[in-house]
């Protein structure tokens, strides 16, 4: 699935050494994920518009500010790091644009970009990194201040660790997942109705998408149990036996999606519009005519390739086979 399948080594077991991380970013095979404001960097050929990850070498400048970089693991024997761009304006980012065009002469364009937007069109690799390395960069430069005293926080254990500076607290915080459930709620065949599954929209999405039903997990209460409230909540469904799929890393910002199928026991369908624009049955043979999200022509559209969504529809409309 994607963002879910990386080939970095993450080397926890290296996050506290100093004196091998310092060899790291003094390392010229050592490497960066720069992120700007949740963009990240990437190119593309002049023959190939398939977007790729790019990563940048650490200048000698770079090398006396480290403190600047979280590590993020080993790729064949390489260091990987990332680091925060966001404090530059546009003019000093195009600066950074153009130094990094010095180590990709061959690529044709070369831009900050929305990971929203490029996600669907990178590898797996390359997703499942920018995912992790705009999450923790996201973490860096949102949390800032200890939750229990309101003091500053400092960067630990290779920026995956912050300790409140006020010495007296001393509270650790580590990067936030926030968990959201993803459901797929289907009806089995009678005899006299097709099996089908439940999609709904949201008024922010794309004229004609229809998509699972999601919502995230409150305290104090199991996956299990988010799942039914959720599609109570959102559509007024009673749902049972509901069963566990995959997950997937979400970086919108900070999500874990858990991926589940569960069973309608009522089929009315009573929307709360709060949550839900509409929120209808489909049947197999139905999914199969829609387009995909991004089709101008398509009446009925899936949900984004990249997500976790479409993964559950389509396993959903194989599993007749």
Same mark, same amino acid.
């Given at each position: ?33 720069? @992120? ?5 960097? %990437? ?16 200048? !000698? ?75 923790? @960069? ?42 959201? @459930? ?39 209460? !199991? ?11 959102? %559509? ?5 036996? %509901? ?69 559950? %529809? ?8």
């Amino acid at each position: 699935m994607h963002y879910s399948h990386g080939n970095l080594d993450r080397a926890d077991h290296l996050r506290n050494s100093i004196d091998k991380l310092s060899l790291f970013l003094n390392d010229p095979k050592s490497r960066y994920v720069p @992120v700007w404001r949740d963009k990240m960097l %990437v190119g593309t050929t002049e023959d190939n518009q398939q977007k790729c990850l790019l990563t940048l070498p650490l200048s !000698s400048e770079d090398q006396k500010n480290h403190d600047k970089f979280f590590f993020l693991g080993l790729e064949q024997n390489k260091a990987l790091f990332t680091r925060s761009l966001s404090a530059l304006n546009e003019h000093d980012l195009n600066n950074v644009i153009g130094a990094a065009q010095t180590h990709y002469p061959n690529l044709h364009t070369l831009e900050f970009a929305d990971l929203r937007a490029i996600g669907p069109t990178l590898s797996d690799e390359d997703g499942a990194l920018l995912v992790y390395a705009k999450g923790l @960069v996201h973490w860096q430069d949102q949390c800032r201040f200890c939750s229990r005293c309101g003091a500053g926080l400092n960067s630990q254990n290779a920026g995956h660790l912050k300790i409140c500076g006020n010495e007296q607290c001393n509270y650790q915080t580590f990067p936030r997942t926030d968990p959201a @459930v993803i459901m797929l709620v289907t009806k089995d065949a009678t005899e006299h109705s097709p099996a089908t599954c439940l999609l709904g929209r949201n008024s922010a999405w794309p004229t004609g998408v229809y998509s699972t039903l999601a919502g995230f997990v409150e305290t104090g209460e !199991s996956l299990e149990q988010a799942v039914k409230r959720e599609v109570f909540e959102e %559509v007024g469904i009673i749902t049972s036996d %509901v069963r566990y799929v995959a997950s997937q890393p979400w970086p919108f910002p900070r999500s874990i999606m858990l991926g589940f199928e569960s069973t309608a026991q009522t089929d009315e369908i009573n929307i709360d519009p709060v949550e839900i624009e509409d929120a209808r049955w489909f049947t197999r043979e139905q999914i199969l005519t829609f387009g995909t999200w991004g089709d101008d022509d398509a009446e009925f559209k899936l949900p984004r390739k990249d997500s976790i969504a479409r993964m559950l %529809v389509e396993r959903w409309i194989t599993s007749a086979a």
